[in-house]
């Protein structure tokens, strides 16, 4: 279920690199998405740009070879703001007036460009004019900042991170990478954002009115490697008959065992999983007109339709045919309507 974009045309992304950039605001995100790379989830490519080729981070750590602001920026690609140390008077000083004006110049028409900022690196934004009429936000401690400075912007509180297309913005520090793992579920699936969190060893968290999530992240917000190699297996290959004797010799535990802790780092049973990611597959698979019930429900391992039916009633309320119907297919793909599901 990963979308495997690993053979596609790289997707550029550009860190700008500032004077007293926090180290973690920086290196968090640029680690999540390298590992695109590391772990041949998707081929990307890193560029580090700014108005000097050598400068310091906040906490004394120098960084050189900065390439400078580019021309022109590529289509597709998306540019992060690390935060940098809060001050009265931060970015505006003649760096950054050179970079706000690179950023209205050069960036502002880019076509399918996004802008993303971590902690204090909203405020560039900001005094770049991106901020006005648009949902955003920064480090806690900033917002009554950020809202005094731009009048115009609509900040949000108490938010891991806040999207306002084109513009991403994150609370900073941690939460930076928190934004990048949603980047990365936009871009390229939500299995290979649960793929990077694990590699991180992090959480899967998201930020408090984001959509619910799929059952591809749901019951992911634990550490235990056994369990995520169970949900893997199941995920791969839903449509199988999985016995508890296949995860037992699967992790080396006990059937007793893998039963137990499964539940206890997901709060649900392996069958209750395993239906839940075929009703998953099963949404998806309705979207085609061509495929009757019947076939829906041998591909994803169901064994009479009826079963199909009854699983899907007792999850959503309804039944997969009034589900298909409420969707309208054209050349856009199917739009949901209003209403729960």
């Not at 706000?100 to 005094?127: N, P, Y």
């Not at 005094?148 to 939460?175: E, M, Y």
């Not at 990365?184 to 969190?197: H, K, P, S, W, Y």
Request: charged share 25%; hydrophobic share 40%; with cysteine.
């Amino acid at each position: 279920m990963v979308k495997n974009n690993y053979c596609r045309e790289k997707t550029t992304y550009y860190f700008l690199v500032m004077p007293d950039l926090h180290t973690l605001d920086f290196g968090g995100p640029v680690q999540a998405i390298h590992a695109l790379n590391e772990l041949e989830l998707a081929r990307v490519k890193l560029k580090f740009i700014g108005p000097q080729p050598n400068t310091k981070f906040f906490e004394g750590l120098g960084i050189s070879n900065v390439a400078s602001l580019p021309e022109r920026v590529e289509d597709n690609s998306l540019i992060i703001i690390s935060g940098s140390k809060w001050h009265r008077k931060l970015y505006q000083d003649a760096l950054s007036h050179e970079i706000c004006d690179w950023l209205t110049k050069q960036v502002r028409h880019v076509s399918s460009l996004q802008l993303s900022s971590i902690c204090t690196g909203a405020f560039l934004l900001g005094e770049a004019g991106f901020l006005d009429g648009r949902r955003c936000t920064t480090h806690h401690a900033l917002i009554s900042n950020l809202e005094t400075r731009f009048p115009k912007a609509l900040v949000q509180k108490d938010r891991l991170f806040v999207r306002d297309h084109p513009i991403i913005t994150s609370a900073g520090v941690s939460a930076g990478v928190d934004m990048m793992l949603d980047i990365i579920r936009e871009q390229f699936g939500d299995l290979a954002a649960v793929a990077i969190a694990r590699d991180l060893v992090l959480y899967m968290r998201r930020s408090p009115d984001d959509p619910q999530l799929s059952i591809w992240l749901e019951y992911r917000n634990h550490l235990n490697a056994r369990v995520h190699s169970v949900q893997d297996a199941i995920i791969k290959k839903p449509e199988y008959d999985w016995r508890i004797s296949d995860f037992a010799s699967l992790v080396n535990l006990s059937e007793r065992q893998i039963t137990r802790i499964f539940r206890l780092h997901t709060g649900v049973s392996i069958k209750t999983f395993h239906v839940q990611v075929r009703l998953e597959l099963t949404k998806e698979l309705l979207k085609n007109p061509n495929l009757s019930i019947d076939e829906i429900a041998d591909r994803v391992g169901f064994k009479y339709s009826q079963n199909l039916r009854r699983a899907w009633n007792e999850h959503y309320g309804n039944s997969p045919s009034k589900w298909r119907r409420r969707h309208q297919y054209s050349k856009y793909g199917y739009q949901r309507e209003s209403g729960r599901i």
